[in-house]
Nanobody
Framework: QVQLVESGGGLVQPGGSLRLSCAAS????????MAWYRQAPGKQREFLAS???????NYLDSVKGRFTISRDNDKYTVNLQMNNLKPEDTAFYYC??????????????WGQGTQVTVSS
């Protein structure tokens, strides 16, 4: 069983920065990817960035250059540094751990989410 706990959300002014963290615990396969998603009111959950177990990142085009994903493998922690935040970044942010199975499938685990509000 894998558990994810996010932290670091809050209220920030436009142009400001926030750093989200997600700590994974439990039995974690070496074949996994960790990622951040967000969901704004009335919208679908949106992929933002992911990072593989060996540190290869991938980003949604619209956040490239503003958001940076990183991980600490010793602690199974993934971080999302968000700079130059905009009001449209306001959303609930979720951590995801996708475990890749030997049959080609995958199992997703989600954190409880953390609110990010960008407003003056």
């Amino acid at each position: 069983q894998v558990q994810l706990v996010e932290s670091g959300g809050g209220l920030v002014q436009p142009g400001g920065s926030l750093r989200l963290s997600c700590a994974a615990s439990g039995t974690i396969s070496s074949r996994h990817t960790m990622a951040w998603y967000r969901q704004a009111p009335g919208k679908q959950r949106e992929f933002l960035a992911s990072i593989t177990s060996v540190g290869i990142p991938n980003y949604l085009d619209s956040v490239k250059g503003r958001f940076t994903i990183s991980r600490d493998n010793d602690k199974y922690t993934v971080n999302l540094q968000m700079n130059n935040l905009k009001p449209e970044d306001t959303a609930f942010y979720y951590c995801n751990l996708r475990t890749w199975l030997s049959n080609g499938g995958a199992v997703d685990t989600w954190g409880q989410g953390t609110q990010v509000t960008v407003s003056s």
